[in-house]
Antibody
Framework: EVQLVESGGGVVRPGGSLRLSCAAS????????MRWVRQRPGKGLEWVSR????????EYADSVKGRFTISRDNAKNSLHLQLNSLGAEDTALYFC???????????WGQGTLVTVSS | DIQMTQSPSTLSASVGDRVTITCRAS??????LAWYQQKPGKAPKLLIY???NLESGVPSRFSGSRSGTEFTLTISSLQPDDFATYYC??????????FGQGTKVEIK
């Protein structure tokens, strides 16, 4: 069974940092690009970051560029998102998701909640 | 960035109703559009890809269509399990994917 499980969310002060992780199982992890998508409370979905299968081509939404860093460890079937310089606007549920080859997001984790508050 | 305009934002309907949700792209995205269903506190679930292809395991009452830059999700006979929020998403651009604002389907 394909499964994605996020962890690492929590409450952090403005300007702080957090590292999110996503553990993947049930599929050939390094054969897929992966994405982080977030959802602010009561709002819609927003693409945050993407990384290709071998991890050498990260991409970011303008809203997080220069503050967030995506990475992956294919040996451990894990995806990560380092969040720095956090602001209130980064408060959201963060999902990791698998990108079907050239296509949509066909498997999602349950999400991990990041709350930025003083 | 390509903008996705989804309508309506809220829809009230009864079990058995035929329901239609529309998504319009700000420029051509060919057939590169997906529809997702999201229930409160849960992850989105892929329903439709490439505008009209039904994802495996999704009931056949769900269908998608395309006319130029306008895309439609139709639920032929609304079931109790279908009350949720639906999002369209374009994946024409390589990385900067965008979602519609969402349509909440409520019980009338």
């Amino acid at each position: 069974e394909v499964q994605l499980v996020e962890s690492g969310g929590g409450v952090v002060r403005p300007g702080g940092s957090l590292r999110l992780s996503c553990a993947a199982s049930g599929f050939n992890f390094d054969g897929y690009a992966m994405r982080w998508v977030r959802q602010r409370p009561g709002k819609g979905l927003e693409w945050v970051s993407r990384i290709n299968g071998n991890g050498d081509y990260p991409e970011y939404a303008d809203s997080v560029k220069g503050r967030f860093t995506i990475s992956r460890d294919n040996a451990k079937n894990s995806l990560h998102l380092q969040l720095n310089s956090l602001g209130a606007e980064d408060t959201a549920l963060y999902f990791c998701a698998r990108e079907r080859h050239g296509g949509p997001l066909d498997c999602w984790g349950q999400g991990t909640l990041v709350t930025v508050s003083s | 960035d390509i903008q996705m305009t989804q309508s309506p934002s809220t829809l009230s309907a009864s079990v058995g109703d035929r329901v239609t949700i529309t998504c319009r792209a700000s420029q051509s995205i060919s057939r590169w559009l997906a529809w997702y269903q999201q229930k409160p506190g849960k992850a989105p679930k892929l329903l439709i890809y490439e505008a009209s292809n039904l994802e495996s395991g999704v009931p056949s009452r769900f269908s998608g269509s395309r006319s130029g830059t306008e895309f439609t999700l139709t639920i032929s006979s609304l079931q109790p399990d279908d009350f949720a929020t639906y999002y369209c998403q374009q994946y024409n651009t390589y990385s900067a994917w965008t979602f519609g604002q969402g349509t909440k389907v409520e019980i009338k």
